[in-house]
């Protein structure tokens, strides 16, 4: 009787989670402009979705600033997770603990501070601000992943490869990177995930020539949900289905 209760409460949890998402991905089949019955199947929201100019440039921009700002934020991250571990430096605790800040500080506390900064630097609002925005915000979640790892990590792998003559970049090219590749890429695709789907810090440091997907979005919906944003939220389910599965295959050949 347990078992059973345990198997449909776990149920039920999975139910609520992903009810929401099934019937979004639905919607984005179904003939009916509004969803509220089942007309029919159809790929006719999917052929507007790429006629749909605008809609089609802020998701590119989101992508490319998702992409950027991850890539960069993982480099940047593995490497001060790297001094943050092996080293020792006059502002080491003071570093770890600026990080933290901006992992727990509100989304609308960074998104003003970043106006006011870039506004007193007379920087433009556009792709520049919102690529080194959404970098700082990224960067502590690489830190915490990446440092996570090297907490487990066996010193005397670099003690030994020390004594046989291999420098720093030797020991980081093929003893860290190689080694902490599961969490570089982990912290990469959560911050792609964070990246893309900013709204508020987004919204603040951005400016009206360079639009990304979540503020065009949400000003679309203001006025009622198009079935393009459901053909657009199941391409990024998608997407995101597709970066876990190719993740899951990294991580598998490299326990080989």
């Known amino acids: 009787m347990t078992r059973i209760f345990k198997a449909l409460l776990l149920l039920l949890v999975f139910v609520y989670l992903y009810a ?16 509220y019955k089942w007309s029919g199947f159809s790929w006719k929201w999917y052929q507007k979705l790429w006629q749909n100019d605008a809609l089609i440039t802020a998701f590119n921009h989101s992508i490319t600033i998702a992409f950027l700002a991850a890539t960069a ?34 989304d ?19 792709f ?7 970098i700082t915000f ?19 792998l670099l003690e030994a490869a020390q ?11 093929t003893i860290l990177l190689p080694l902490l590749l599961p969490s570089i890429l982990a912290s990469w695709l959560l911050s792609f995930t ?15 020539d360079y639009e990304v997907l979540p503020i065009r979005v ?24 597709l970066s876990l599965i190719v993740f899951s295959l990294l991580v598998r050949r490299k326990s080989l």
Request: charged share 10%; hydrophobic share 60%; aromatic share 12%.
């Open 108 to 126: 609308i506390v960074l998104a003003i501070s970043f106006l006011v900064l870039f506004v007193a630097l007379g920087m433009q609002l556009g």
């Open 163 to 173: 004594d046989l003559g291999v420098n720093e970049w030797g020991m980081f090219r």
């Open 73 to 106: 934020a993982a480099m940047i991250g593995t490497l001060m997770a790297l001094a943050i571990y092996r080293y020792r430096f006059r502002l080491k605790k003071a570093a770890s603990s600026a990080l933290f800040v901006v992992m727990m500080s509100p």
């Open 138 to 156: 990224c960067l502590p979640f690489v830190v915490v992943t990446v440092y996570a790892q090297l907490k487990g990590f066996d010193d005397h």
């Open 128 to 134: 520049w601000t919102l690529l080194l925005a959404h």
């Open 20 to 35: 929401p998402i099934a019937v979004l991905v639905v919607n984005s089949f179904n003939q009916s402009k509004y969803g």
């Open 218 to 241: 949400f000003s679309m919906v203001k006025v009622g949900v198009s079935p393009e944003v459901n053909v657009l939220a199941t391409l990024l389910l998608l997407i995101s289905i």
């Open 194 to 208: 964070l990246s893309l789907d900013d709204v508020i810090i987004s919204s603040f440091v951005t400016g009206p």
